[in-house]
């Protein structure tokens, strides 16, 4: 079993920041890549900003310059620091990790956390 666990969310003023964390664990052979995805109410999930195990980066127009996405390697943890707060940044926002249970997994699998509520209010 796999679990991404998500933590950091709340509520926050318009130009406040948040840092979001999440936590892979348990049987885990190599992780491709991390990303941090948002769903508003009434809208479509949509990426915020992935990080492969290279080192790539990839961010939605919208949240360029203003948030940064990290990886804790060691800890299989993917952080997201969002800086600038808007109002339209309020969202579920889901953990998705790209990795392999064993060698032999390929295409990796997609998993994805419980989702943790961020508010931010004008």
């Known amino acids: 079993q796999v679990q991404l666990v998500e933590s950091g969310g709340g509520l926050v003023q318009a130009g406040g920041s948040l840092r979001l964390s999440c936590a892979a664990s348990g049987s885990i052979f190599s992780i491709n890549a991390m990303g941090w995805y948002r769903q508003a109410p009434g809208k479509q999930r949509e990426l915020v900003a992935s990080l492969t195990s290279g080192g790539s980066t990839n961010y939605a127009d919208s949240v360029k310059g203003r948030f940064t996405i990290s990886r804790d390697n060691a800890k299989n943890t993917v952080y997201l620091q969002m800086n600038s707060l808007k109002p339209e940044d309020t969202a579920v926002y889901y953990c998705?990790?790209?990795?392999?249970?064993?060698?032999?997994?390929?295409?990796?699998?997609?998993?994805w956390g419980q989702g943790t509520q961020v508010t931010v209010s004008s």
């Open positions: 998705n990790a790209e990795l392999r249970r064993t060698l032999w997994d390929n295409p990796p699998s997609s998993y």
